[in-house]
């Protein structure tokens, strides 16, 4: 089979599978970002959904629940074959098969990063249980190499929202609160991840230039991101239908194009982040606070100043405060130097 190949990708209209063992090398890949079939007769999902199909391309083919198990070794077994030592993989996933893929993931040498929950907007209705209005997002690496993690790609450590709320930490937590996307009138896929949802993935675990690959583009909206980011891009869908249509789409997509829409982060620069205490260090951070506290600065301040003299953040200067038992009288009223002697 001759693959597509158009701006910063390749595309093979054939199974993941065979594909995967015919055309990716070895190690190659830094990043799979992916969204297999659900094995709920997801061809019927407009049941479910309340969906008008007219505009949903045709042909969408699903994994019998009895097979989904032996499909999913299968296939992860490629995944793990052709990332690259330090490599990342996303997984989305609903619950009903969750455990054939986590077992599949078992079966490799593969580690898991985060099993982060992503919240979407109206799950689907249902009037004897709780309604079901997230997916699973596994997140694991290659060990071997250096893994791609842009800590600040989208805030800063040191930005804060009007709560005093680190933004930094908040973008990270493991529960993702991203609605999905409606497309009234648009040809689209029976199901496709959003593109703030991709976007945030590649921005933490990629970088421009690199291979992200998808094993079912579906609807391509991984490729589609992955280009707008100026990444470069390969997957497989089996679909003649929707292969057909979305390469077509692809073909008019101007590499780089969502650049411009990035938040711009302030990066923190600091000297120190991540580095290991010495006891000299620690012993001029306790003079520091000895010397600040007496004054009479407050909590928030002292900690800020020794952030700046030390060149770190302000939950490592927190930690080495009470790894040297100042910590509660940061909190407290100001202390006399009698404290230290």
Request: charged share 25%; aromatic share 10%.
């Amino acid at each position: 089979m001759t693959p597509v190949s158009l701006k910063n990708g390749a595309f093979y209209n054939c199974d993941c599978i065979t594909g995967a063992r015919e055309y990716i090398p070895d190690n190659s890949v830094d990043l799979i970002i992916t969204d297999p079939p659900y094995g709920i007769n997801g061809d019927k999902l407009h049941k479910h959904y309340n969906r008008n199909e007219e505009f949903v391309v045709g042909g969408y083919v699903e994994i019998p629940q009895n097979e989904y198990a032996d499909f999913s070794i299968l296939w992860i077994t490629e995944a793990e074959r052709v990332l690259r030592p330090g490599g990342s993989l996303y997984i989305v996933s609903g619950y009903t098969n969750l455990i054939d893929i986590l077992n599949a993931l078992r079966n490799t040498r593969l580690n898991e990063i985060n099993h982060i929950i992503w919240k979407y907007n109206f799950g689907v209705f249902t009037r004897q249980k709780y309604v079901s209005s997230h997916y699973h997002i596994l997140f694991y690496e290659k060990p071997g190499g250096t893994r791609t993690f842009n800590l600040e790609s989208r805030y800063g450590l040191d930005e804060r929202n009007g709560e005093n709320r680190s933004l930094n930490n908040y973008d990270r937590e493991d529960v993702w609160v991203i609605n999905r996307e409606y497309k009234p009138g648009q040809v689209k896929n029976k199901n496709e991840l959003p593109t703030k949802l991709l976007i945030k993935m590649m921005q933490y675990s990629s970088n421009e230039g690199d291979l992200i690959c998808d094993f079912f583009l579906g609807g391509f909206s991984t490729a589609k991101v992955a280009i707008g980011l100026n990444r470069r891009v390969t997957g497989f869908e089996i679909s003649c239908g929707m292969f057909e249509t979305k390469t077509r789409e692809i073909a008019a997509i101007i590499p780089g194009n969502l650049i411009p829409g990035l938040r711009n982060p302030t990066v923190s620069t600091l000297e120190n982040p991540g580095k290991a205490w010495t006891d000299d260090e620690l012993q001029r951070l306790k003079m520091g606070f000895m010397r600040l506290n007496v004054i009479g600065m407050t909590k928030k301040d002292i900690i800020a100043e020794l952030g700046a003299e030390h060149g770190r953040g302000r939950f490592a200067i927190l930690n080495a405060l009470k790894k040297i038992n100042c910590y509660n009288d940061v909190k407290s009223s100001p202390v006399t130097l009698d404290k230290f002697s």
